[in-house]
């Protein structure tokens, strides 16, 4: 019974700790599919974690709290497509400044805003009749006792499946990911296609990181994500530029902090560096194997010059 227990709170807790990769996740891999690396992922997190939480600091309003994340998101998704797309800058050089802006940015405004971290209430559990209350196998608690974001999270997955496998757009996104000078060819506007996915990415990554502030942990402070961005950017990796993949990835990286929190609140003697840094360690194992057998987007980090 009290393994039961035991496995049921994890994988609850992996479920729900999916939810910031897998927003931050879907919305780089669509950027990557079109051709456009953003390494500035984290900072756009932070500073969407930081928008959205203030807004609900002084509101109250968790609506008004998502609109922060996905104004914020909106922005800096766009400045990093006019530094990436139009300006051409190396992708990656640029991707570290944006993190950098990103970290130092959210930092001052709640050193200067907030100071000290105060929680705030966040998104509340939604219950299912019926289905909350199952307790075979802890299904109710799995799937059926998670926050509104959660949900949104993984409805993502299939949706951005269908975008880009089923639709006109997703179709112009992989052929410019791909070949571009082709798609430019067959009347496709690469600029355009490449600024949409990236300011999307965008707004999801600013919504991975309200995921955490107003729905995950009710707070903020300094440097919350803690490299979270940079394993979303490596399950695009992993999950070899597909949804689906991205999805295995997300539970898996989940699941290990599930377990590693689960591992130190149980006080198992285990050094506790060691159950901290196992997340890191699994991203490094598996990039290593993906690597091996990943065939990126040929256009990926390269910027397109009509008639080049």
Known sequence: MIEQIFAASVFAAAVRLATPYLFASLGEMLGQRSG??????????????????????????????????????LIMGLATAFISVTLKAQQGISGIGMYLFGLGMSELLFNKLVGTP???SGFPRLHFPVLSDIQFLGIGQIFFQHNLLVYVAFAMVPIMAFVLNRTPFGLAVRAVGQTPEAADAMGVSVTRVRYITVT???????????????????????????????????????????????????LLFSFVNALQLQVS???????????????????????????????????????FERGG
Do not use: C, H
């Not at 500073?47 to 996905?70: I, K, N």
């Not at 300094?222 to 990835?249: C, M």
């Not at 506790?272 to 980090?301: D, G, H, N, R, W």
């Open 36 to 73: 456009v690396l953003n390494l500035g992922v984290e900072g756009i997190m932070l500073m969407g974690a930081f928008f959205s939480y203030y807004a609900v600091l002084l509101t109250g309003s968790l609506a008004l709290g998502v609109a922060a994340a996905l104004l914020v998101g």
């Open 118 to 120: 105060q929680t705030v």
């Open 200 to 250: 999307v990415g965008g707004l999801m990554s600013a919504m991975a990181g309200a995921s955490l502030s107003i729905a995950l942990l009710d707070v903020f402070q300094q440097n919350l994500t803690s490299g979270l961005g940079f394993i979303a950017v490596a399950l695009v990796y992993f999950g070899r530029w597909k949804p689906y993949g991205v999805l295995a990835g997300a």
């Open 265 to 303: 609140a149980l006080d198992f003697n285990i050094p506790s560096e060691f159950a901290v840094m196992a997340p890191y360690v699994i991203t490094i194992i598996a990039l290593v194997f993906a690597s091996k057998q990943t065939e990126k987007p040929t256009a990926l980090t390269k910027p």
